[in-house]
């Protein structure tokens, strides 16, 4: 689509979705790459329908986990509508990432050779309107808050096998400099001697990511990005069973009053 007509039409799905929108606990949970889901006129982006629900679309059972999270912790989440290779919404607008015409040795033939308008149509109409309900959500969370900086969670998946390594981790804890979260998850989980949980694994907090770095970093609110491996959550009963997991960490780790408030780091 190389035209500066609308994306979004009236069959299509929503940029994102807010869960628990009446919660007054000071908790946001963000799921970037909740949906494999294509606007109707990029036609699919020339994928095969195998190739969609591959994990170079989505994150695979990520906003299944999300959602029970969201009921277990009675917080507000939001989750995006749009695959990420329609554009990555946990990636910096415009930089090299943000709309990939090859994924995981995978091209993408409807991402080569956007024009201005087409990438700007992506942004406006379904990675903007995501980020503002987040920075929406937040701060009404914040202003309601009773002084309360909220936490913000973001969950993710992550396939288990990658450029031919596969990945021992059942679950990675990502972090930069702020350890509030992340450094009493990280003992939480590591308390269940079966897990092999990763620190900064398989990816790393330092890099990049779009997100956490805006919405977290950047204002001092306590964030942690949590990334569980796709062939647990492959149905229901897994998506159960690692939000129970992911859960009871949160639970403990979030009755730490003093986690709410500004700092930066």
Request: aromatic fraction near 6%; glycine fraction near 6%; hydrophobic fraction near 40%.
């Amino acid at each position: 689509m190389n035209a500066s007509t609308s994306l979004l039409g009236p069959n299509d799905p929503p940029p994102f979705t807010v869960i628990n929108p009446t919660s007054q606990v000071p908790i946001i949970l963000v799921c970037d790459h909740a949906s494999n889901a294509i606007p109707i006129a990029l036609a699919h982006l020339g994928l095969t329908p195998e190739m969609r629900m591959r994990h170079i679309a989505w994150d695979i059972g990520a906003a299944e986990v999300t959602r029970i999270l969201a009921e277990r912790l009675d917080a507000l989440a939001v989750l995006c509508g749009y695959s990420r290779l329609v554009i990555d919404c946990n990636r910096p607008p415009g930089g090299p990432t943000s709309i990939a015409e090859i994924s995981d040795n995978t091209p993408v033939p409807g991402n080569r050779n956007l024009d201005d308008a087409a990438a700007d149509a992506r942004m406006n109409e379904v990675f903007w309107p995501y980020h503002h309900a987040i920075t929406q959500s937040l701060a009404h969370r914040w202003r309601h808050g009773h002084g309360q900086a909220p936490a913000l969670i973001a969950i993710h998946s992550f396939t288990q096998v990658m450029n031919g390594f596969h990945r021992p981790w059942h679950i990675g804890i990502l972090w930069n400099r702020d350890p509030r979260l992340a450094v009493p998850l990280l003992a939480r989980l590591r308390t269940h001697p079966e897990l092999c949980v990763g620190d900064n694994e398989p990816y790393s907090g330092r890099n990049v990511g779009f997100t956490m770095d805006t919405h977290g970093a950047a204002a001092g609110l306590p964030h942690v990005e949590v990334e569980i491996r796709q062939d647990l959550l492959a149905d229901s009963a897994g998506c159960m069973h690692w939000a129970t997991v992911v859960g009871d960490a949160l639970v403990a780790v979030l009755q730490d009053e003093t986690l709410y408030k500004v700092q930066h780091y």
